[in-house]
């Protein structure tokens, strides 16, 4: 464990520093993500951590906008501790601040997505590296016209059982079309942007390549973050991750979830590239299924373990 025998014993999040662990105990005390402190001034800070509590784009199941309450309460037991298996602490090398979160006028569903795309842009023009705690899919929308509007068109590598190309016309509020509406709106390179672990039919792919789950199962780790890593090229890499163990050790749901499971991509989405948006945290199972178990849609047919490219239909 970091040492941490100089600090307070309890609330690191409203008295600790920018680096280093927390004495905390797991059970106890003020929770912020990993206990980092709580602050709106995140200047000088290398991550600045919020969350957006939004789950009113869905068409089945809501409960994610507890999703940042959910994270950060889960993320207690890794406040202080090295990470396994690297070993690294990563608040001895990264200045790191909890936001809080998003504030979101209720009601509005145009002006929660102005207000999450303005909050996120105020952010990241303090040069801090923007964490984002979902939240339905939707929020990744106003949050890659932040991410355009300060680097320009991004690679896009998400982790989902979904490719989230549903059309709900230009303008509409949906949690399965983000990635339509985005490549409608230019923000993502099409050609450098990768989705992994689909395991369900969406009526068209937009152009971007992906790894579907038994692909993914086949790759591996090291196979499936290859892929990834020179997929998305010199584009500014951003991942919405659906799936990922990474923060917290919990299965974040999808609000159509799909039976499979994809223990390799979980574990690749915590070693891979810099991801910015953790959506959900509200487990749905903890079984380890095998990834012949039929699916709640039709499979797509095994293949062989190579990235598949399907063009806008």
């Given at each position: 464990m970091t040492e941490a025998s100089d600090k307070p014993p309890i609330d690191h999040a409203f008295t600790g520093d920018r680096r280093g662990g927390a004495a905390d105990p797991t059970y106890a005390g003020a929770l912020s993500f990993m206990r980092r402190r709580y602050g709106k001034d995140v200047a000088g800070a290398d991550l600045a951590i919020w969350g957006v509590p939004f789950d009113l784009s869905v068409t089945n199941r809501p409960g994610t906008r507890f999703g940042p309450q959910a994270i950060r309460r889960a993320s207690a037991i890794f406040d202080g501790d090295p990470q396994y298996p690297s070993g690294i602490d990563p608040f001895a090398r990264l200045s790191a601040v909890d936001y809080g979160d998003c504030a979101l006028p209720r009601g509005d569903l145009q002006g929660c997505a102005r207000a999450i795309q303005a909050e996120a842009a105020g952010i990241l023009a303090s040069g801090a590296h923007l964490v984002t705690l979902g939240g339905d899919h939707f929020i990744t929308l106003p949050l890659l016209r932040a991410h355009f509007a300060r680097h320009g068109k991004l690679a896009l590598i998400q982790f989902d059982a979904h490719q989230d190309t549903w059309d709900d016309g230009?303008?509409?509020?949906?949690?399965?079309?983000?990635?339509?509406?985005?490549?409608?709106?230019?923000?993502?390179?099409?050609?450098?942007?990768?989705?992994?672990?689909?395991?369900?039919?969406?009526?068209?792919?937009?152009?971007?390549?992906?790894?579907?789950?038994?692909?993914?199962?086949?790759?591996?780790?090291?196979?499936?973050?290859?892929?990834?890593?020179?997929?998305?090229?010199?584009?500014?890499?951003?991942?919405?991750?659906?799936?990922?163990?990474?923060?917290?050790?919990?299965?974040?749901?999808?609000?159509?979830?799909?039976?499979?499971?994809?223990?390799?991509?979980?574990?690749?989405?915590?070693?891979?590239?810099?991801?910015?948006?953790?959506?959900?945290?509200?487990?749905?199972?903890r079984s380890r299924r095998p990834m012949t178990m039929p699916t709640s849609r039709r499979s797509p047919p095994r293949r062989s373990s190579s990235i598949t490219s399907r063009r806008w239909r």
């Open positions: 230009p303008g509409g509020i949906g949690h399965g079309s983000f990635v339509l509406e985005a490549v409608r709106e230019g923000l993502i390179d099409v050609e450098r942007s990768l989705q992994i672990g689909i395991r369900t039919v969406a009526p068209r792919d937009c152009g971007i390549a992906f790894i579907d789950a038994y692909e993914a199962q086949e790759l591996g780790v090291a196979g499936t973050a290859g892929a990834s890593a020179s997929g998305s090229g010199r584009a500014p890499p951003i991942s919405p991750s659906t799936l990922t163990r990474s923060i917290p050790p919990s299965r974040p749901a999808p609000a159509r979830p799909s039976r499979a499971d994809s223990a390799p991509i979980r574990r690749c989405a915590s070693s891979g590239r810099s991801a910015i948006s953790i959506s959900a945290a509200w487990t749905w199972s």
